[in-house]
């Protein structure tokens, strides 16, 4: 029933950042959905120069594994 989840940070932790969970369908059945994951996040140029690929990977691997749970689990 929900389209989009949002996540953020609490005042005062180190880093503030907001994280949205979006959920499309893409026909009229709901039986495929497109899903999109948007991190935003308040670095300095050092640490996003660090830790900038690693959190791409991070995000890249839940997609991997949401996608798979999903067609595992709607396929069986």
């Known amino acids: 029933p929900f389209k989009t989840i949002k996540i953020a940070s609490e ?3 180190p880093i503030s950042f907001t ?3 979006q959920l499309k369908p893409i026909d009229d059945t709901n039986s495929s959905t497109a899903i ?3 991190l935003d996040a308040e670095l300095n140029p050092m640490m996003k120069m660090v830790i900038g690929s690693q959190l791409q ?3 890249d691997a839940m997609v991997d594994y949401i996608t798979t749970y999903f067609n595992q689990r709607y396929t069986e």
């Open 36 to 38: 999109r994951l948007t």
């Open 57 to 59: 990977k991070g995000l």
């Open 11 to 13: 005042k005062g932790t």
């Open 19 to 21: 994280f949205w969970i």
